[in-house]
Structures are given as C-alpha cells and as structure tokens.
C-alpha cells in the first residue's frame, strides 16, 4: 500500500466595501484606484450594467466614457457594455451568462482583467458567476444599485444564478476584488426596491445586534418609502454590510461547507415563495414574510416572547411590508407538492446538504438552531400571519373610507 499524499493549502482572500456618491464623477477616484491598485501594466475592463439602472440613467454610459479619458493610459475599455434585463430574469436565463462569456472570449479578457457590474442583486449574482466561471476566474468589481445589495448581497462571497426551477442552484464562491457602494443609486429606486433591502438589514439585527435593531425599530416611520430619511438609510446600510462582512469570516465557514447558515434566518421560506410566486415578489419582500413566519413559529413554540415578536411584526409594518401572501398558504396539506411551501424545508436542506438546520429566535439578538419542525404549529403561524394581514387591512380600509 502506497503512503498517501496530503495536500493542503490556505489562500488569504481580502476586499474593500467602498462609500462614495456620485462615482462617475471625474474627480472621484474611487473606481480608478480600484481597478490599478496591484497592476503594473494596464488593465481591460468590460462594464456589465442593469438595465433598469440604465434607463433610470440614462447619461450613464457618457459618464463612464468620460470618467475613463483621462486614463487611458492605465485602463482599456473592453468592448461596449452589456446591458442585462434586471431581476430574477438575469438569473432565470442562460443567454444573459452566456453573453458575458461570449463577451470574455471575442474581447480576449484575460484573468488579469475585469468585470465590472452595476446593477441590483440579481444581476450582479449572475456577472459574478459568469467572471468566475469565465478561465477560471476573472476579477470582478461589483456596484450595487439598490438597499438589498448594497447592504447584503453585493458585499458578501457568493455568485449565482437559477436552474432546474431552484433559486441560486448553480453557482461559485468567488469574492469581488472589491464593492464600492454609490448612495447616489438609491435615489431612482421605486417603493418596493427601497423597502425590500430593508428586511435584510432586519434579519442581521435580529441575529446580531439588538441596538442595531432598535435603530431600525425607532427610524422605521423615516426609512418608510414615503419619507426615504437618506441619512438614516446611509447608516442602516453601512452597519448592515458591516455585520455581513464581519460574519464571512468571523463564523469560520466562508464558503459554507457546514449545514449551517445563520444569515440565511427566515430563508428557507422566502426563496419557495420567489419560487411559487414566479418572482413576482421581490426577495426582500419574501425575506420579510419568512423572518415574519419563523418568528411566530418561534413563539408557538415557547422560544420568543410575544412582547418581541410584537415588536418585531411592528417594525415590518411601519416600513409597509405585507407580512402575508396567499402564496403562503399554498399546499399547506401536502408538504411533498412542488408548489407547497413546506418543500421550501426540503429543498433548504438539499442546498446546504446534511440534516436540516433551522434558525429560530430565542429573544432579539439570541437564536439558536434546530433540525426539526413541526408542520402543524408552522401552518398555526402561517394562520397568524394571515389573521393579522386581514385586521392590517380592514383597519386601512375603513380609514381611507373616514
């Protein structure tokens, strides 16, 4: 019998999450320093955007052009940008991938190079998956557009796109080279993208931070869309991305080999009603509903005091969140139906491999994890929710009819 051979290695990955506004501004060097922080020679770029941002931008593409004449020297545009349809849409279909890839291949990107992507979550998941799938790896720089990822999924280590009817079911761990997070974005943003980043910042707090939380709880009337308290979502955001950040690689499973996944709190059924509902609510919005469930199942089961889940359901609906779907609702008596929302659980599990694990609530700011649940105390909670969206609801319409 041979002596086996044993390999082993570490790799030290480091990124900057950047603050600025108004980043295509000639006199913001933000990208810039970016892009020729470690290159001795120049570098080529190719730039893919969203196209929402870009029609809610429309003089975009002339103030990339002209923030990079002064650079020539150091930086190479590579080829027109690629303009991808926003939301799940880029994650849905191959074509968009496959464009970035063809884009590598005829404009000779090299893994010295760089994909920069603008543009929501979605789109930025999918250009991030096309770079690290693209030789191998090419770098990436990632700009996000709206509250969700520039406070939770752009900055964090993971690309993806759908597949074979599952969220995020094909995929890379490959961390940006940098994110750098423009403010100024967020100003076209419309009601339901300016709330739904929101649940994410929710979710951390719960999890992590109870001051952080009680911001959010006490500034929930001036974050709402109606008011959209700038400075307020400023620092829900950097506190946000920083809890995030610190969680990659203080919880000791960055590329998330355990069954684990604390971030993912409320997830399991968020990602099967994006799924039943043909996404046609927002991922933020799912993320609301699924803390929502998991936090009255916390309850029923004698973790969470009413007095905090009260609080917790408050906050949601000051921001204006709607806490129940009727997708909710879907398949209740048959867990095994693709459309029911209890095959969230199994599909959960299947994603993270090994036995089930669950987070749920013990206080706000104390959690703990469990692998078994119970169908009928979660339909009781589902029961809730539904209760309190129809009393949510009577009480507006009687006052809009006042």
């Given at each position: 019998?041979?002596?086996?051979?044993?390999?082993?290695?570490?790799?030290?990955?480091?990124?900057?999450?950047?603050?600025?506004?108004?980043?295509?501004?000639?006199?913001?060097?933000?990208?810039?320093?970016?892009?020729?922080?470690?290159?001795?020679?120049?570098?080529?770029?190719?730039?893919?955007?969203?196209?929402?941002?870009?029609?809610?931008?429309?003089?975009?593409?002339?103030?990339?052009?002209?923030?990079?004449?002064?650079?020539?020297?150091?930086?190479?545009?590579?080829?027109?940008?690629?303009?991808?349809?926003?939301?799940?849409?880029?994650?849905?279909?191959?074509?968009?991938?496959?464009?970035?890839?063809?884009?590598?291949?005829?404009?000779?990107?090299?893994?010295?190079?760089?994909?920069v992507a603008i543009g929501g979550g979605a789109v930025l998941d999918?250009?991030?998956?096309?770079?690290?799938?693209?030789?191998?790896?090419?770098?990436?720089?990632?700009?996000?557009?709206?509250?969700?990822?520039?406070?939770?999924?752009?900055?964090?280590?993971?690309?993806?796109?759908?597949?074979?009817?599952?969220?995020?079911?094909?995929?890379?761990?490959?961390?940006?080279?940098?994110?750098?997070?423009?403010?100024?974005?967020?100003?076209?943003?419309?009601?339901?993208?300016?709330?739904?980043?929101?649940?994410?910042?929710?979710?951390?707090?719960?999890?992590?931070?109870?001051?952080?939380?009680?911001?959010?709880?006490?500034?929930?009337?001036?974050?709402?869309?109606?008011?959209?308290?700038?400075?307020?979502?400023?620092?829900?955001?950097?506190?946000?991305?920083?809890?995030?950040?610190?969680?990659?690689?203080?919880?000791?499973?960055?590329?998330?080999?355990?069954?684990?996944?604390?971030?993912?709190?409320?997830?399991?059924?968020a990602h099967k009603l994006e799924s039943i509902t043909n996404f046609?609510?927002?991922?933020?919005?799912?993320?609301?509903?699924?803390?929502?469930?998991?936090?009255?199942?916390?309850?029923?089961?004698?973790?969470?005091?009413?007095?905090?889940?009260?609080?917790?359901?408050?906050?949601?609906?000051?921001?204006?969140?709607?806490?129940?779907?009727?997708?909710?609702?879907?398949?209740?008596?048959?867990?095994?139906?693709?459309?029911?929302?209890?095959?969230?659980?199994?599909?959960?599990r299947e994603h993270l491999g090994g036995e089930l694990t669950v987070?749920?609530?013990?206080?706000?700011?104390?959690?703990?994890?469990?692998?078994?649940?119970?169908?009928?105390?979660?339909?009781?909670?589902?029961?809730?929710?539904?209760?309190?969206?129809?009393?949510?609801?009577?009480?507006?319409?009687?006052?809009?009819?006042?």
């Open positions: 019998m041979m002596k086996p051979i044993q390999q082993r290695f570490s790799i030290s990955y480091a990124y900057d999450v950047l603050f600025t506004e108004h980043l295509f501004s000639v006199t913001n060097n933000t990208l810039v320093d970016a892009l020729t922080r470690n290159a001795d020679t120049p570098v080529d770029v190719f730039f893919v955007i969203d196209d929402g941002v870009h029609q809610h931008h429309p003089t975009l593409l002339a103030d990339i052009d002209a923030y990079f004449a002064p650079h020539e020297s150091l930086i190479n545009r590579a080829g027109d940008p690629c303009i991808i349809p926003g939301g799940e849409d880029a994650k849905n279909d191959a074509a968009h991938t496959e464009a970035i890839q063809q884009a590598v291949y005829e404009h000779k990107i090299c893994r010295h190079s760089f994909i999918m250009a991030g998956y096309a770079a690290a799938t693209s030789h191998r790896g090419v770098r990436h720089i990632r700009i996000p557009t709206t509250v969700l990822s520039q406070n939770d999924s752009g900055v964090g280590v993971k690309n993806s796109v759908n597949a074979f009817g599952s969220k995020n079911f094909l995929g890379t761990f490959a961390p940006p080279d940098a994110v750098i997070n423009d403010f100024n974005f967020l100003h076209t943003l419309d009601d339901r993208d300016w709330r739904a980043g929101i649940s994410e910042a929710i979710k951390v707090a719960l999890i992590k931070d109870p001051a952080f939380f009680t911001f959010i709880h006490e500034n929930a009337a001036s974050l709402a869309p109606d008011v959209r308290d700038m400075p307020a979502m400023q620092h829900l955001i950097h506190r946000c991305a920083a809890l995030h950040v610190s969680h990659i690689s203080a919880y000791g499973d960055p590329f998330e080999r355990g069954s684990s996944r604390p971030l993912d709190f409320g997830h399991w059924a046609a609510i927002r991922h933020g919005e799912a993320v609301a509903i699924g803390i929502a469930l998991d936090c009255c199942y916390a309850h029923l089961v004698g973790k969470l005091s009413e007095a905090s889940l009260t609080l917790i359901l408050q906050t949601f609906e000051t921001l204006g969140f709607a806490l129940y779907v009727p997708a909710l609702s879907s398949h209740l008596d048959d867990p095994t139906h693709p459309q029911s929302l209890f095959r969230g659980l199994s599909e959960f987070l749920l609530l013990d206080a706000i700011g104390k959690s703990t994890e469990v692998h078994e649940v119970d169908y009928d105390i979660y339909r009781k909670a589902v029961a809730m929710l539904k209760s309190r969206e129809t009393a949510r609801n009577s009480l507006k319409v009687a006052a809009a009819t006042k």
